[in-house]
């Protein structure tokens, strides 16, 4: 069964103190694997899509890495803007469509 | 250029009440998808629509039926609503036939009483 699963589930940060989030995939024959910021009321806003392994996206603080078996969201000296839930999906084999299988979720809180 | 709207944005209704969730996108995206929230369990698809005229089953379909009524409406029905329906509901769309991202609505947040 394809299964997605992030950790940890919730992460508190000092203002500039970097950290990683991780999601971790279990599908027969990824195409794709999407990274989403989900704010507090709202729906979720699209980051990157990240195809095969040793690919790499970046925005502004946040960098996404991909292998075989997971991906990371590195935050470098993050602010409290940063602060929300970041969401993993992915996009299964062939016959999948263009359906998403989604992760819980990490729940990123920044201080100042 | 709206994106994907939904409405209504709050919704609360009685057990045994039905009451349908509308969707519009603006993109000319083939797909649409309707998914549910719910703590600690993620986006969970109910349904979704790969072209105008198709409709599938996702993940959690039961007491739910959609409508795909042109290429930018794709509307979702409860006919007789349950508590556990209580949930924050996205609609999404999204190009077909390779791997593109999904764009998501603001959500409506039902609650069935």
């Known amino acids: 069964e394809d299964q997605v699963t992030q950790s940890p589930e919730a992460l508190r940060l000092q203002e500039g103190e970097s950290s990683s989030l991780n999601c971790s995939y279990t599908?027969?024959?990824?195409?794709?694997l999407f990274w989403y910021r989900q704010d507090p009321g709202k729906g979720p806003e699209f980051l990157f899509t990240?195809?095969?392994a040793g690919e790499e996206k970046e925005k502004e603080r946040l960098k996404a890495t991909l292998t075989k078996k997971e991906s990371f969201l590195h935050i470098t000296a993050p602010k409290p803007e940063d602060s929300a839930t970041y969401l993993c999906?992915?996009?299964?084999?062939?016959?999948?469509?263009?359906?998403?299988?989604f992760g819980q979720g990490t729940e990123l809180s920044v201080k100042p | 250029n709206a994106g994907v709207t939904q409405t209504p944005k709050f919704q609360v209704l009685k057990t045994g009440q039905s009451m349908t969730l509308q969707c519009a996108q603006d993109?000319?995206?083939?797909?649409m998808y309707w998914y549910r929230q719910d703590p600690g369990m993620g986006l969970r698809l109910i349904y979704y629509?790969?072209?105008?005229?198709?409709?599938d089953k996702g993940e959690v379909p039961n007491g739910y039926n959609v409508s795909r009524l042109n290429k930018r409406e794709f509307s979702l029905r409860l006919e007789s609503a349950a508590p556990s329906q209580t949930s924050v509901y996205f609609c999404?769309?999204?190009?077909?036939?390779?791997?593109?991202?999904?764009?998501f609505g603001p959500g409506t947040r039902l609650t069935v009483t």
């Open positions: 999404a769309s999204s190009e077909w036939g390779g791997v593109y991202e999904q764009y």
């Open positions: 990240l195809y095969s």
């Open positions: 999906a992915v996009q299964a084999g062939a016959g999948s469509g263009g359906k998403l299988i």
């Open positions: 629509s790969a072209s105008e005229g198709t409709t």
């Open positions: 599908v027969s024959g990824l195409r794709g």
């Open positions: 993109m000319n995206h083939n797909s």
